[in-house]
């Protein structure tokens, strides 16, 4: 085969199995969707709920503290960024048996069924939870107006 050349470096058995493993565990837990990943490596994973007043996110981000996350709020959508670093390869001598962890940038996005304040926005992180409170933004409820008058 003219021009053909093989990489320099192939991948090793191992590798193919754990990218592989991370196919079938997108297909898996996603089905074909590919939200909350969209392209990504990886994705924190991430519970909403609904307080009454309030919402709150809480957000896995093992390994990360909460100067290397960034939550930002436009309209109604909540957007937490991060990136956790790739750790070193093996050293000499050393040899990775298994590879289940991820690394890499990350960006989650939540739009909220009912509007919600952006001056009421809290975040904390405590042991490699992410927690975001949003408080809801109260609704006109109207009121009657007395008309008064001198006949």
């Avoid at 003219?2 to 565990?25: C, H, I, K």
């Avoid at 750790?87 to 069924?113: D, I, M, N, T, V």
Wanted: hydrophobic residues 35%; glycine residues 10%; contains cysteine.
């Amino acid at each position: 085969m003219a021009g053909f050349q093989f990489p320099s470096e192939l991948p090793s058995f191992n590798d193919v199995r754990t990218e592989f493993d991370r196919l079938l565990d997108r297909v898996w837990h996603v089905g074909l969707n590919t939200a909350p990943l969209d392209g990504q490596d990886w994705a924190p994973a991430m519970d909403v709920i609904d307080e009454g007043e309030r919402y709150r996110i809480r957000m896995e981000i093992p390994g990360l503290t909460g100067d290397q996350v960034d939550v930002s709020m436009l309209n109604n959508t909540v957007t937490v960024r991060g990136c956790k670093a790739v750790p070193p390869k093996p050293g000499e001598g050393q040899r990775q048996l298994r590879g289940e962890c991820r690394f890499g940038s990350f960006a989650r996005r939540y739009e909220f069924p009912t509007p919600v304040s952006e001056d009421g926005i809290t975040a904390t992180c405590k042991l490699g939870v992410l927690e975001v409170t949003i408080a809801k933004r109260a609704e006109p409820r109207g009121r009657t107006i007395p008309v008064s008058g001198q006949d």
